[in-house]
């Protein structure tokens, strides 16, 4: 085993680490996993770089954490005869099921239970695959992390939650998703094996709730500038609570760390208002609803009254005053509160931003390629500093550099399907002849589950036919919201190469950068096209519809062309156009 990659490069776990100044030990042996190895990686630049310090008041370091390395997961599948299960092709409840009935390897348990023992805020149990977080081909939100809150009284309480928390963790390697993703790349699931993260989650108790008052994703890259922003510039996506709003494409606030004060470009101070975060994520520090084969088991959503209850937006809102249809920095007056953010971003209270540039930075010089940072933060609610900010993932970054030129002339071709100023991608593709889209006259918003549904039906029938191809639809894809978009996953749509969103009136939010469905679109080199219903650019309904059908539902419709499709993206300018034969 190479040590660079193994547990050995960090101490074993023993009775002492609570005394003791590391904040990274290890149980068992094998390989710690991509996300463990970019904690590593994080740990190592916060060190060499002085970033701990570097800002007065304002700590900067790795949560505590402890890795279950790869050997006590094979350990555990065979001493629970599991790989039979794991194999077959069972039901996610089923094999979750399987493995909560599975006894952990007898040399592990003493280890778990002293660690549960001084522990008793809330702990994320993550998972950390070997192919997880790998630059190709990162398995970014495919399998589960899961949050337990750690407060029951009894150690044995604890330790049985923990315990749960690591077996559904381990049994989400061979869920549905993870097959689909396994098969698009070219994997057998046999293949892979699964180290576990247990680290303490950043944040505070508030009343039955536990959460970060900040919760961030920062790119080096930015897709999708805005304003005075160019793509080296960056971008960061913010919201309050938990991450899990981010990751999941939710609603947050993006801006460009270059340019804290340009806000997104909204129509109004009432639509900014109207495209806010309104919702957060914390962890249920009250008695749950036992149900241990669910990821949120142990997580609760509340809206921003409870969050001002909470006293949490002194520096994370900005109040609407509708008389002069304006936005004003914090909560001092009253009115509808809006997160934008601002007291941080626009105030010098507390150094986020320059610090944020700085560890984006330090990251992309040190890891040699673009990158993008997860980070949670809390800070004192009445005066801002002293504040912590917990460094919890740094990975790579897919950015091609292909030439591609498209002229403005270009998107206005006879022969354009559709074309679009606002482009994910760079590259060129003539082999598509296969196109899946979701029919204008009806779609609804209500119906969007559904679509999804039927849209993965689709993909599994070209997949299994080894064939790429086109998606159209409405709305964010992956978006978490069905009001929003389509709320599909990307195994359900792995096999598409080429995906446009149409935006509509009511359905018109950005893509979150920030969410692992924007993540692992990049890594795949999806091309992504976003068709604004107030652009120039619309999309030749009419000729798809005269195109025969392959196969069709009342809400979704599959053609297969004569001739290929023609797809160009311009990467540097961020436009592109589809041309059909």
């Known amino acids: 085993m190479d040590a660079e990659n193994g547990t050995t490069m960090f101490p074993a776990f023993d009775r002492k680490f609570f005394d003791s100044d590391e904040d990274f ?6 390989e710690l996993g991509g996300k463990a190895l970019g904690l590593a990686a994080a740990k190592r630049i916060i060190a060499e770089s002085g970033l701990a310090n570097e800002f007065a008041g304002l700590d900067v370091s790795i949560p505590r954490l402890t890795v ?14 599991l790989y039979e299960i794991a194999s077959a092709d069972s039901t996610d409840e089923r094999i979750a099921h399987a493995f909560l009935q599975g006894e952990l390897p007898p040399l592990i348990v003493g280890d778990l239970r002293a660690l549960i023992a001084r522990i008793t805020t809330p702990l994320a149990v993550r998972s950390s695959s070997l192919l ?17 809150p750690n407060n029951q009284a009894a ?18 390697t061979f869920f549905n998703d993870a097959r689909c993703y396994m098969r698009t790349i070219g994997h057998d699931i046999r293949d892979e094996r699964m180290a576990v993260v247990i680290q303490e989650v950043v944040g505070e108790r508030f009343n039955d709730r536990f959460y970060p008052i900040v919760s961030g994703v920062v790119r080096t890259h930015n897709f999708y500038p805005t304003g005075p922003a160019g793509h080296e510039d960056g971008v960061a996506n ?11 494409g939710g609603v947050t606030w993006t801006y460009s760390p270059s340019y804290p004060r340009h806000a997104p470009p909204y129509a109004s101070p009432r639509d900014l208002l109207q495209n806010t975060q309104t919702q957060l994520w914390a962890v249920n520090m009250q008695p749950a609803r036992y149900d241990p084969i669910s990821e949120s088991e142990y997580l609760v959503q509340v809206g921003l009254d409870d969050a001002e209850r909470d006293d949490v937006l002194r520096y994370t809102a900005s109040t609407y005053d509708s008389q002069a249809d304006r936005l004003v920095l914090g909560i001092g007056r009253k009115g509808p509160r809006a997160l934008t953010f601002g007291p941080l971003l626009e105030l010098d209270d507390v150094p986020l931003n320059p610090l944020i540039e700085r560890m984006a930075k330090t990251c992309k010089d040190t890891l040699g390629c673009d990158v993008e940072i997860e980070f949670a933060m809390t800070l004192d609610r009445r005066s801002g500093l002293p504040a912590r900010l917990g460094f919890l993932q740094v990975r790579p970054m897919m950015v091609a550099d292909e030439q591609i030129e498209v002229k403005e002339t270009d998107l206005h071709d006879e022969r354009a399907l559709l074309a679009s100023d606002l482009v994910l991608g760079n590259g060129e ?13 009806a779609f609804d918003p209500k119906y969007t589950r559904v679509i999804a549904a039927e849209i993965e039906k689709f993909n599994t029938t070209l997949l299994a036919e080894q064939r790429d191809y086109a998606l159209i639809g409405f709305g964010r894809w992956g978006s978490s919201d069905p009001w929003l978009g389509i709320p599909v996953t990307w195994p359900q749509i ?20 920030g969410s692992h469905f924007f993540h692992n679109m990049i890594s795949f080199g999806v091309q992504y096209f976003t068709v604004r219903h ?48």
């Not at 150690?155 to 989400?172: G, M, P, Q, T, Y």
């Not at 938990?242 to 999941?248: A, H, N, R, S, Y």
Request: charged share 20%; glycine share 10%; net charge neutral.
């Open 68 to 81: 279950v390395g790869t050997d006590v997961f094979e350990q555990f599948m065979t001493q629970n005869g």
């Open 429 to 441: 593709s003539t082999s598509i002849v296969d196109l899946v889209y979701v029919k204008p006259v």
């Open 534 to 581: 107030s652009s120039g650019f619309a999309i030749n309904w009419d000729w798809l519809d005269r195109q025969p059908s392959t196969a069709e539902t009342e809400l979704v419709r599959h053609v297969r062309l004569d001739a290929p499709l023609t797809v160009r993206v311009d990467g540097r300018r961020g436009r592109g156009v589809i041309l059909h034969g």
């Open 25 to 30: 030990t290890v149980i068992g042996g094998g």
């Open 238 to 248: 913010l919201a309050l609570g938990l991450g899990k709003t981010i990751v999941d």
């Open 494 to 513: 792995s096999g598409a190469r080429v995906i446009v969103e149409a935006t509509l009136p009511d359905m018109n939010v950005d893509a979150s950068q």
């Open 132 to 148: 997880e977080d790998a630059l190709k081909h990162p398995f970014a939100g495919v399998y589960a992390t899961k949050m337990v």
């Open 155 to 172: 150690i044995n309480d604890r330790f049985k939650k923990l315990a749960e928390a690591i077996k559904f963790v381990w049994a989400s």
